[in-house]
T-cell receptor, first 115, second 112 residues
Framework: NAGVMQNPRHLVRRRGQEARLRCSPMKGHSHVYWYRQLPEEGLKFMVYLQKENIIDESGMPKERFSAEFPKEGPSILRIQQVVRGDSAAYFC?????????????FGSGTRLTVV | QKEVEQNSGPLSVPEGAIASLNCTYSDRGSQSFFWYRQYSGKSPELIMFIYSNGDKEDGRFTAQLNKASQYVSLLIRDSQPSDSATYLCAVNPSSNTGKLIFGQGTTLQVKP
């Protein structure tokens, strides 16, 4: 039973390029959460999605960032026109519909470096 | 005031001692509380959760919750060098969403 799968593990982008981060939830999980961890900081909530629906995007920057979780395929966190300040570890977590909030499993993360 | 506050440490304890990690939160309506462990360069790993006032024990770990004081703690008994990591306190501010508010984390160093 595979855990939450994130890819790529490491991603290097030049300033101005686009970054696409993928997250495949655990089998049977239909809820996905994205968090960002800047260097030497704690995790910050970004967005909570269910299949084909954004539930809570209160932590998403207003510009350049978007997320989706289509009916088929992984959840995608997309960052357009990346800047140096986007360099961080991005973690995805998933949970089943009936699970209480918060006790979820994180993927291994994508470490984005903007050069 | 930060929503979830932790002392960043490092907290240094000798091997075999009890490590005590503390966390306060500002939202009095918070429903559930979590402790995650994060090794350097790795993803956070859930080690304890607690919903009700009092103590909850799991092996060498005890989580303590005091909602009146808005205080959560994690005790690690018989600390081992392998417990050296950053411990993240997380709070779910509402039972209606899965959103977690994390503290900055406390770095624990267990010295052999």
């Amino acid at each position: 039973n595979a855990g939450v799968m994130q890819n790529p593990r490491h991603l290097v982008r030049r300033r101005g390029q686009e970054a696409r981060l993928r997250c495949s939830p655990m089998k049977g999980h239909s809820h996905v959460y994205w968090y960002r961890q800047l260097p030497e900081e704690g995790l910050k909530f970004m967005v909570y999605l269910q299949k084909e629906n954004i539930i809570d995007e209160s932590g998403m920057p207003k510009e350049r960032f978007s997320a989706e979780f289509p009916k088929e395929g992984p959840s995608i966190l997309r960052i357009q026109q990346v800047v140096r300040g986007d360099s961080a570890a991005y973690f995805c977590a998933s949970s089943p519909p009936t699970q209480g909030a918060g006790g979820y499993t994180f993927g291994s993360g994508t470490r984005l470096t903007v050069v | 005031q930060k929503e979830v506050e932790q002392n960043s440490g490092p907290l240094s304890v000798p091997e075999g001692a009890i490590a005590s990690l503390n966390c306060t939160y500002s939202d009095r309506g918070s429903q559930s509380f979590f402790w995650y462990r994060q090794y350097s360069g790795k993803s956070p790993e859930l080690i304890m959760f607690i919903y009700s006032n009092g103590d909850k024990e799991d092996g060498r770990f005890t989580a303590q919750l005091n909602k009146a004081s808005q205080y959560v703690s994690l005790l690690i008994r018989d600390s081992q060098p392998s417990d050296s990591a950053t411990y993240l306190c997380a709070v779910n501010p509402s039972s209606n969403t899965g959103k977690l508010i994390f503290g900055q984390g406390t770095t624990l160093q267990v010295k052999p």
